[in-house]
C-alpha cells in the first residue's frame, strides 16, 4: 500500500526558508511523477512542483526562482525547498504521487491548471506552512 507523509512544516515570517520532505512507502510502481500541491482556505487546490522520473521538472509562475522540488538518492523521499516566503505562500502543502504522469514540461501545470491534480492518485495528509509578514 502507497503511503505518503510530509513534514517540515511550520511558521516562518516573510522572507524566511522552510523545506518540506515526503517520505514514501510501498511505491513498486516502475515510472513515477511526483508533485507538491497546496490549499489555502477557501480556495482551490494547486500544484506548486512536479518532478518526473526522468528528472523534469514543472513549477507554476507563483513559486518559480523560490521553491525547489527535489528527490534524495533513493528517490523515496521528495522535497520542496522553499525561499523568499511570502504571506500569499501561506497553506496546507500536500504530497501527491503519479504512475501514470507522462510528458511533464517546465509549462505543464501551468497549462493543466486545476486538472493536474486529476493526474496523481496518491496524496499525503499535509502540512501547514503559516508565512507571517
Known amino acids: 500500500q502507497v503511503q505518503l507523509a510530509e513534514s517540515g512544516g511550520g511558521s516562518v515570517q516573510s522572507g524566511g526558508s522552510l523545506r518540506l520532505s515526503c517520505a514514501i512507502s510501498g511505491w513498486t510502481f516502475r515510472n513515477y511523477g511526483m508533485a507538491w500541491f497546496r490549499q489555502a482556505p477557501g480556495k482551490e487546490r494547486e500544484g506548486v512542483a512536479a518532478?518526473?522520473?526522468?528528472?523534469?521538472?514543472s513549477y507554476a509562475e507563483a513559486v518559480k526562482g523560490r521553491f525547489t522540488i527535489s528527490q534524495d538518492n533513493t528517490k523515496m523521499t521528495l522535497y520542496l525547498q522553499m525561499n523568499n516566503l511570502t504571506p500569499e505562500d501561506t497553506a496546507k502543502y500536500y504530497c501527491?504521487?503519479?504512475?501514470?504522469?507522462?510528458?511533464?514540461?517546465?509549462?505543464?501545470?501551468?497549462?493543466?491548471?486545476?486538472?493536474?491534480?486529476?493526474?496523481?492518485?496518491?496524496w499525503g495528509q499535509g502540512a501547514q506552512v503559516t508565512v507571517s509578514s
Open positions: 501527491a504521487a503519479s504512475w501514470r504522469l507522462r510528458g511533464l514540461s517546465m509549462t505543464t501545470i501551468q497549462e493543466l491548471g486545476p486538472k493536474f491534480q486529476n493526474e496523481f492518485n496518491y
Open positions: 518532478l518526473d522520473d526522468d528528472g523534469r521538472t
